[in-house]
């Protein structure tokens, strides 16, 4: 099996701020004292807990928060744990461990103009693409939704003026945020992104149709769908000819831990895309959240730990 200890980082919490109604902001700093790998705008990081649960964060990159990794961790009575970990025992002075930054949610530095779409605790990626689009003197605009003023998180981050658009539940009269005028208004050539919860992220796919792959861009925090009736295919290993079969109730994933193959994996839940593996042969029947509709077309890769297969084998390149 995986070890999941390997090529971590050692990190103290430095600092915890509140930033929003049950909301907490981490500063992560190395032990060593050696920099951290570097961060770029959209990115995550493993953060692995003393109980060994590892859940992913993204990095908050702001005007004010400069220092180590900075996180914002919404308490969520319904998570899979998490975050009820990190706000009950999680204090100053906490050793964790993390992985370097990856990024599945990367901003495009070269659109002509960037629309921006948060929900919730969703704002902390989006937080990082407005300072660097800033940074850059590029043209941008946000829009964020809230159940309540109350919830709005990391609003000192956020750059005042006209750029910025709050959307606010209780204030609305019941009324959504209308996405279809946002991205009809937006100029030729927009780039839009969207992290949030599931409603708007389903609203978000509904109101970018019609725009090309390449110019929409999101990232999930929750599995946008459930998974497939699992196992009862057969995956066949390229670089050992092993075949392996995946048994009903089962998954990829499970069947190659039972055979003692290791794969690198952290969410399970296709999310996080640690687990993504080359498709040389078959159909997958992808159920993650991390690959555009045009890369599931391509059949090429995929999550090993959610998604199934509509053929009677996969092969896979390991």
């Known amino acids: 099996m995986i070890d999941h200890q390997a090529d971590t980082i050692d990190v103290r919490v430095c600092e915890i701020l509140e930033c929003g109604r049950d909301t907490k902001a981490y500063n992560l700093q190395p032990l060593t ?5 570097m961060a770029e705008a959209g990115a995550h990081i493993d953060l692995i807990l003393p109980t060994g649960l590892i859940r992913q964060y993204s990095v908050i990159l702001g005007q004010k928060r400069t220092e180590g990794y900075w996180i914002a961790v919404k308490k969520d009575v319904n998570s899979r744990g998490g975050s009820l970990q990190i706000h009950s025992n999680v204090v100053v002075g906490t050793i964790l461990k993390v992985k370097a930054p990856r990024n599945n949610f990367p901003l ?8 921006l779409i948060a929900g919730g605790i969703g704002i902390t990626p989006i937080v990082s693409m407005i300072n660097r689009l800033v940074a850059l003197g590029k043209s941008w605009e946000l829009y964020y939704a809230c159940r309540s003023r109350a919830d709005l998180s990391l609003l000192e981050e956020i750059p005042a003026g006209q750029n910025a658009h709050f959307h606010l539940d209780d204030e609305s009269d019941g009324k959504y945020l209308d996405l279809s005028k946002i991205v009809g208004g937006a100029p030729a050539g927009t780039h839009f992104y969207c992290c949030g919860p599931l409603p708007l992220m389903a609203a978000f796919d509904l109101a970018t149709a019609d725009i090309a792959d390449q110019r929409k861009h999101v990232e999930y925090f929750t599995a946008r769908e459930s998974a497939p009736p699992q196992g009862g295919f057969r995956i066949k290993l390229a670089r050992s ?6 048994p009903q ?3 990829i994933l499970d069947a190659l831990k039972e055979a003692g193959i290791s794969v690198e994996h952290s969410c399970a839940e ?32 995929i999550m090993v730990c959610c998604s199934g297969s509509k053929s009677e084998e996969l092969v896979l390149d390991l």
């Open 33 to 37: 004292g050696q920099p951290l790998p």
């Open 108 to 115: 495009d530095e070269g659109a002509p103009h960037s629309v």
């Open 241 to 246: 000819g092993k075949v392996l079969n995946v």
């Open 249 to 251: 109730g089962g998954t």
């Open 270 to 301: 296709g999310i996080c895309g640690t687990c993504e593996t080359t498709v040389l042969a078959g159909v997958p029947d992808h159920r993650d959240s991390v690959l555009t509709p045009s890369e599931r077309a391509a059949n090429n890769t």
